[in-house]
């Protein structure tokens, strides 16, 4: 597997931490194929890098590497939080639980940088439609048995996406 080669890669000759070897192999593979859901699927890809950064990489790399690896390959960011929507409702192994927080936070970011990304382009939204996005964060933390400053974190999303109309 990929991944695993680069992991290791990264390891053995120290040329990087092994998350950005990762992210950047995502980023080349992605700018390539991201077109091609055949070859880039986005519904395996992305679940397969956020156990990688669980199991492997946890508390290593910045919060939303995973995300940033695949916006800056130029997957649309509604693809992205579809999926991790599809990931944090499934509570398959490893994300069940407080592990599950994991997904809200990179959620979390992701919508952030989408909205960033909204406003600067002067309302133009490139399919972020508020009010699912809002409702998806919203049953995300309600399912979460415990949430840390991801809840004030959404709070303030919800509050900005109302504000703005979107």
Known sequence: ML???KHTQALET???QPFEIVAETIRTMGRRFVASEYIFPAGDLIPLLERYAFEYQRDVGP????VDAFRE????EQQIFTVLEDMFFRDEVPFRGLAKRRILIDAVYLVERWLTKAVKRGGTTEGF???MVSETLKAMVA?????GPE???VERILADVSRRGY
């Open 3 to 5: 991944i695993s080669q």
């Open 14 to 16: 120290g040329e990087g």
């Open 63 to 66: 919060n939303g590497w995973v």
């Open 73 to 76: 390959a130029g997957m649309p």
């Open 129 to 131: 439609r508020g009010q």
């Open 143 to 147: 399912q979460l048995p415990a949430v």
């Open 151 to 153: 809840a004030d974190r």
